[in-house]
């Protein structure tokens, strides 16, 4: 288990940890917290999925995670609650993991910010440490300080007046607001390996304003032996931001790379390889392909650019790698149009609906582009992924022989005149496929995410086509005897 050195060190015989959100990042947070020997309540307003994370399940698919569930359930040392207010007031840490999505105009939405600083604020019975992990704009913590000031303030003033007094803890009429701290803690977890990047992150950022806030947070983070960066609060908000940024930079890089390279007849992966082996460089990141979704790349960008655009800073830079990333989707249909020369009428096999492997997450997953491009188009579609069907039907209904999920690659590749290959899952790079082309109508391939090797693709008797591997041209391909 991940956590076999933490272990020695524990949170045992100390104040309880709240966790706010149980989200991707707040409840791989907790459960690591809780593998680390603490007490967490993983708090959340959502009835349903406190209710389900009581009885055991987990609430969405992350390795490793169902196993720790279980075990921290049992333990005691992961408590779900609804009860936010007295959650919070019986910790002296509280991480804030609440979701920051985007509005209509790029920046963040703080809203779930704001309405947490407010509650923590009317349930602050003494000394809090108030972590902000979710991902935020440089100077939220500032807000969230001033917030909790105003709010607990105000709730003073009234306690006794119109008998609103502390919801929980004791009622401090007439008493200072108890002093607290606010840090900022950004989560670099990366979904399908959030529990693993937990208890072994390349690094630990910590901004802090106070020796109390600095000396509880080493404590927490110690036991993992891993660098602690400490910085103050506006800092660490933008390394956040600045890594998820120069990441999706990297992935646009390259991707206008593997277009040029199709231009030239070069090849992307030898590139990424002859570049990234510059230790400048560096390998990760470079692979070429659909473009990157999920729903902190595409957001963190766009909030990224509205804050530069606020505080007059000229984001060009992150503009191109944004406009890079959106055509990502048109060069790959276009790739399928080529193939196929007509939608209309046409079956259609997609292979992975997540925005990346081991994970069921489907927002701003490439593939729902793909998937509403081709049926606007008039394709029927046949699609398979092993873990983000579920979440897919919610988006894209199945309508029989319009659109098909099927159990397995294989049954999806049934009939079909063309598989996409949208999201690399390792069970794809294994399927037989003599077995996948023998079920096609027509065996034409089209790999959003260089998984596949061409030259045995070709081998096989398929049309294959990927993404900047320009000089493997594909071999021409014939209709299967017998078939329409
Ligand atoms: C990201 C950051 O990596 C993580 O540190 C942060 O805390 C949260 O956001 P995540 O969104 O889970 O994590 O996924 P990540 O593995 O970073 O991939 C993001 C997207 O980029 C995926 O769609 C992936 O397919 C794509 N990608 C990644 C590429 O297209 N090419 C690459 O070389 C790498």
Redesign the pocket.
Known sequence: MPAARARKVSGRGRDPIVVLGMGHVGLPTALGLAELGWTVFGADDAADKIERLKTGEATFYEPAMQELLTKHLASGNFRPTRDVDAAIAGSKIIFVCVGTPQRDDGAADLSQIEAVARTIALNLNGYKLVVEKSTVPASTAERIKRTIERYARTDSAANGRNGRAHRNGKAREGQPTPRFDVASNP??????KAIEDFFHPDRIVIGVESDDARALLEDLYRPLGRPIVVTDLATAELIKHS??AF?ST??SF?NMISDLCEAVGADVESVARGIGLDPRIGL????A?I???????PKDLRALIHLGEEHGVPCGILRGVEDVNLRRVDVFLEKVRHALWVMRGKTIAVLGLA??PLTDDIREA?ALRVVEELIKEGASVRLYDPEAMSNSQQVFPEAPGRVDYCRSAYEAARGAHALLLVTEWDEFRKLNWNKIRDAMEVPVVVDGRNLLDPAAMHEAGFEYSSMGRGTRRAAPVAVRAGRR
């Open positions: 989560e670099f977890l990366q979904e399908g890594a998820n990441l990297k992935i390259i990760q990141f470079l692979k392909g473009g990157f979704g999920g729903y902190c790349f925005f990346k490439p």
